[in-house]
């Protein structure tokens, strides 16, 4: 398998960024992994809300708890959200997992030539 191949799918595997770090291109690879986590920690920060309200509710006996309740409760709160920002993180995440990909693979394949000499 070549270079180009096993860095883009390193990073389609396992994180942006990663396929960078296997072709010892840290900086880029820093960028995209960063880029990726502040993206994934906004999409885990509203996750942990939504979870923590509900629990409330839970505990405070406004919700019954049984699974359709539950599910109820769970698709109004995503889908009743006026906030746009996590669905901009997701689109940010999957652009940033996208770009990381095709960088990845075309960066190998640069490596891969050999040196052009005048």
Same mark, same amino acid.
């Given at each position: 398998m070549h270079r180009a191949t096993k860095a883009a799918l390193i990073s389609v595997l396992i994180f942006p960024g990663?396929?960078? #770090? @296997?072709?010892k291109s840290k900086l880029r690879g820093a960028a995209f992994a960063? #880029?990726?986590? +502040?993206c994934m920690y906004v999409l885990i920060s509203y996750a942990a809300k939504i979870a923590n309200d *509900? &629990? !409330?509710r839970i505990l &405070? +006996? !406004? *919700?019954? $708890? !049984?699974?359709n309740s539950l599910m109820? =409760? *769970? %698709? /109004?709160? $995503? @889908?009743? /959200?006026a906030d746009e920002t996590q669905n901009i993180a997701t #689109?940010? $995440?999957l652009g940033c997992w996208g770009i990381a990909i095709i960088d990845a693979f075309i960066l190998g394949r640069k490596l891969a030539k050999p040196? =052009? %000499?005048?």
């Open positions: 990663c396929g960078h #770090f @296997y072709l960063l #880029f990726a986590s +502040g *509900i &629990s !409330d &405070s +006996g !406004d *919700i019954p $708890l !049984d699974i109820a =409760e *769970i %698709t /109004s709160q $995503l @889908y009743g /959200s #689109f940010l $995440l040196a =052009e %000499t005048c």
